[in-house]
């Protein structure tokens, strides 16, 4: 795990610092200050960081989630937009939250590649230019919370397998909270490459279509907003 979970952050770091991040108009103000707080500098004992871990991921999986949901759904073609509706749905209907999570990471998957397809058509700036207000608020707000949580992810991934480690030393007494802390490091392992090309696409498309996103910084506050607004057919 450990050795995974690195690979992932070297790569997430080498993304992080790409040129496209430097000369975005939002993104080339990207804040963080000093590096966060150490996996023991937080507080509270190993069992409380992972409970936050847990509750952290959860935060940072359903922003990305549901944010990659309403950009498909604003910018996308009629199919696009009917597997965005889709997940939506699908994600609505589960009730279970370990299955909910499972479907989460595998809709962020899917609903990622659609989005780069999307940012990368020579039709979309048009697209974005066209939408209403409202609709370009949406997508901005979107592109504002998936480049948060990209800022997020290296360390809270670095607090996360730290975590595992700390708590492996006592398997049995802390087993119920290994499970979804590694849950939760596999599906935010998986995520973290995807996000800076897509930010760093959509913020110049933005930019371009004169459309204000914001500047995302790692500190900010990330609030899933389940509500999709779907064009009206």
Do not use: H, W
């Not at 359903?62 to 498909?72: G, M, R, T």
């Not at 009730?95 to 999570?101: R, V």
């Amino acid at each position: 795990m450990k050795k995974v979970v690195s690979g992932m952050l070297c790569g997430v770091f080498l993304l992080l610092s790409m040129d496209g991040y430097a000369q975005l108009g939002g993104l080339g103000a990207l804040k963080g200050g000093s590096k966060t707080e150490s996996k023991n500098e937080s507080g509270g004992n190993a069992a409380e960081r992972a409970d936050k871990f847990v509750a952290d991921a959860t935060v940072i999986r359903e922003a990305v989630v549901y944010s990659l949901i309403q950009i498909n759904a604003a910018l996308g073609d009629k199919n696009q937009i009917a597997i965005a509706r889709k997940q939506a749905e699908s994600l609505a209907a589960e009730t279970k939250p370990k299955e909910l999570a499972a479907k989460q990471g595998t809709a962020i998957k899917d609903l990622s590649a659609e989005a780069d397809r999307i940012l990368k058509n020579a039709e979309t700036e048009q697209k974005i230019k066209s939408l209403s207000p409202e609709m370009q608020k949406r997508v901005a707000q979107s592109l504002l919370a998936v480049g948060i949580a990209a800022l997020k992810l290296p360390d809270t991934l670095e607090a996360g397998q730290a975590l595992v480690s700390e708590l492996s030393g006592n398997m049995m007494a802390n087993m119920s909270r290994l499970g979804p802390l590694k849950d939760g490091l596999k599906t935010l392992g998986e995520t973290a490459p995807k996000l800076p090309p897509l930010v760093s696409t959509g913020f110049k498309l933005m930019q371009s279509a004169k459309v204000d996103a914001g500047s995302p910084t790692k500190d900010a506050e990330l609030k899933p907003n389940k509500e999709i607004v779907f064009p009206e057919e």
